[in-house]
């Protein structure tokens, strides 16, 4: 018997490893069907090397090779996707952190600023048709104390959220700096693996999904480069991720992010402690989009503050807050607003120029501040301690009753520290100072001119006191709807991309199917073909010559 005696079966043989390899790539894919991140997996099969045939006729083949197992991606598409993702990432978090927001206004509602503002000024009116009445007097002192609570309230809450989200960047820098580790270990593996000639089709997948966790959390660019030539004569392959240019992973070498303390407060209305995200050596980083983005505008946006056009987040917000308790206590207690949309500031009778309910011809003027602020234990300050807490603004006589004088004595007040004066908390009944004149009780001059004020609209540059709180939470409701619009609108593109991806590189379970009917129909004609190569050559061993 000559050489090609059994050459039949070392091709069948060869067929029956093929479609073994095929039922097993199958089998592969279908089990990673519901894997994040998976790509399927396609076997590469070529007819094998032909060999030449004894009386020199031609070629003659040898069958089939798989010479790899390939997987089945679009560099092109996830390119795009990791692109979209940050966008996606980042007006989630705003979407779902502006709905937070404006749910602490609690508006409208029973308890919320229109309610209570109307409550204050509807018992201001019921004490006007009889300021001697003890139990009107209290019930001013309790919806007053419901105006200011309000606003501390609020304050509170921003504080919170403000907190809450320094808490969520401090997390994700931690986990970009972990996903970025995982990076590096998987790129060590892929290159020890692949250096032999072999393709880590799973470790691509796992670090690929890795990458696609990354790109949600920051602006990321992910790439591989060619660096040389391996002795086997493939590629030398490096896989690299930068943000912002910087590389944040470089192939087995990764540059770690930080987070700093502040040292002082960015923003007046800033939380104490505020992390700070830079590079892990001292370089500055540029974050422009990703979750946190998404976490650092709201967080520190102050739009507006000394002209700039930064994101309205938390702390713009809390500034608007501030200048209306401001602005509404100055003008309540001091008479001191624009009458005419001159802007200029103009000086009527408020609260500090009435008399109190026992006040006796000839007496001065009560002096008392119906609004001021809490001190550092909680109590509310008195009318003088408020007006000394400004500093040598108000003691410089000079200045007194300027708009400097003003200016210094309510920029102490926040919307977390508002409250009620320490004389009309302790003693409502006599030093709400409704009267325009000492010793007339029925006298309401004073009352009416600062409630009054109320319907100024020229309080605010938004109008009266209503108009400008309307106009915050407006302003936040728009904030609130686009960024839900940029929110659908990404997810739609994120969507159509990633279906974008699994119709090229995801397991069809019809098609894997259709594989393993293929592969084992395959296996059985070979399996056939070695049974009937065996009964023939059982025949020419076994059977000639008897």
């Known amino acids: 018997m000559n050489n090609t005696t059994f050459i039949g079966l070392d091709i069948a043989t060869r067929g029956l490893y093929t479609a073994q390899r095929g039922l097993t790539n199958v089998n592969h894919n279908i089990d990673n069907i519901n894997t994040p991140g998976y790509s399927r997996q396609v076997l590469q099969q070529q007819a094998a090397r032909p060999m030449m045939a004894a009386d020199g006729s031609g070629m003659l083949g040898t069958g089939s090779d798989v010479t790899g197992v390939k997987r089945v991606r679009d560099e092109y598409l996830d390119t795009k996707y990791r692109s979209e993702a940050q966008?996606?990432?980042?007006?989630?978090?705003?979407?779902?952190?502006?709905?937070?927001?404006?749910?602490?206004?609690?508006?409208?509602?029973?308890?919320?600023?229109?309610?209570?503002?109307?409550?204050?000024?509807d018992n201001l009116q019921r004490l006007s048709s009889d300021p001697s009445n003890l139990s009107s007097r209290a019930a001013v002192k309790e919806k007053a104390i419901a105006v200011t609570k309000y606003f501390n309230?609020?304050?509170?809450?921003?504080?919170?959220?403000?907190?809450?989200?320094n808490n969520l960047v401090y997390a994700k820098?931690?986990?970009?700096?972990?996903?970025?580790?995982?990076v590096v270990k998987l790129n060590q593996q892929i290159y020890n693996y692949e250096i032999t000639g072999n393709t880590a089709n799973d470790l691509r997948d796992q670090r690929g999904d890795l990458v696609d966790k990354l790109s949600r959390l920051v602006n990321i660019q992910a790439y591989e480069t060619v660096t040389g030539k391996l002795p086997?004569?493939?590629?030398?392959?490096?896989?690299?991720?930068?943000?912002?240019?910087?590389?944040?992973?470089?192939?087995?070498?990764?540059?770690?992010?930080?987070?700093?303390?502040?040292?002082?407060?960015?923003?007046?209305?800033?939380?104490?402690?505020?992390?700070?995200?830079?590079?892990?050596?001292?370089?500055?980083?540029?974050?422009?989009?990703?979750?946190?983005?998404?976490?650092?505008?709201?967080?520190?946006?102050?739009?507006g503050l000394n002209g700039s056009a930064d994101y309205r987040g938390i702390p713009h917000y809390q500034r608007k807050m501030n200048e209306?308790?401001?602005?509404?206590?100055r003008t309540f207690n001091e008479g001191v607003v624009d009458t005419n949309g001159d802007g200029v500031l103009d000086k009527v009778d408020g609260h500090v120029d009435g008399y109190t309910l026992n006040s006796q011809p000839g007496d001065p003027v009560a002096g008392i501040r119906f609004?001021?602020?809490?001190?550092?234990?909680?109590k509310p300050l008195g009318s003088t301690s408020f007006a000394a807490g400004a500093g040598a603004a108000v003691d410089d006589p000079l200045t007194a009753g300027s708009n400097e004088y003003y200016d210094a004595m309510?920029?102490?007040?926040?919307?977390?520290?508002?409250s009620i004066s320490s004389e009309v908390d302790e003693n409502p009944s006599d030093n709400i100072a409704t009267s325009g004149a000492p010793g007339e009780v029925g006298n309401i001059e004073n009352l009416r001119s600062f409630m009054g004020l109320r319907h100024n609209t020229y309080m605010f540059m938004e109008g009266g006191p209503e108009d400008f709180v309307k106009t915050i939470i407006s302003t936040m409701g728009v904030d609130g709807q686009q960024a839900k619009a940029n929110l659908?609108?990404?997810?739609?593109?994120?969507?159509?991309?990633?279906?974008?991806?699994?119709?090229?590189?995801?397991?069809?379970?019809?098609?894997?199917?259709?594989?393993?009917v293929r592969y084992q129909h395959a296996y059985n004609a070979a399996a056939k073909m070695i049974q009937t190569y065996a009964e023939l050559l059982d025949v020419l061993v076994n059977r000639l010559g008897i």
Do not use: C
Request: hydrophobic share 35%; glycine share 6%.
């Open 87 to 121: 966008a996606l990432g980042e007006w989630d978090i705003k979407n779902t952190l502006l709905e937070e927001m404006q749910t602490m206004y609690n508006e409208p509602s029973e308890s919320g600023f229109n309610t209570v503002l109307n409550e204050f000024y």
């Open 153 to 165: 309230s609020v304050a509170s809450h921003f504080e919170y959220l403000q907190n809450d989200v």
């Open 173 to 182: 820098v931690n986990e970009i700096n972990s996903l970025a580790d995982q």
């Open 232 to 303: 086997n004569g493939q590629d030398d392959l490096r896989f690299s991720v930068t943000i912002s240019g910087k590389p944040l992973v470089d192939h087995t070498l990764v540059s770690h992010l930080k987070t700093e303390q502040r040292s002082d407060r960015r923003n007046p209305e800033d939380i104490d402690n505020l992390y700070d995200i830079r590079w892990a050596d001292g370089n500055t980083l540029a974050i422009r989009s990703g979750e946190l983005k998404g976490y650092l505008d709201i967080r520190d946006g102050n739009e």
């Open 324 to 329: 209306f308790v401001r602005v509404f206590a």
């Open 371 to 378: 609004f001021t602020m809490v001190d550092e234990y909680g």
């Open 410 to 418: 309510y920029q102490q007040i926040t919307a977390k520290n508002f």
């Open 488 to 516: 659908d609108n990404q997810s739609i593109m994120t969507r159509q991309i990633e279906t974008r991806r699994q119709s090229i590189s995801g397991v069809s379970i019809d098609e894997e199917m259709g594989n393993l």
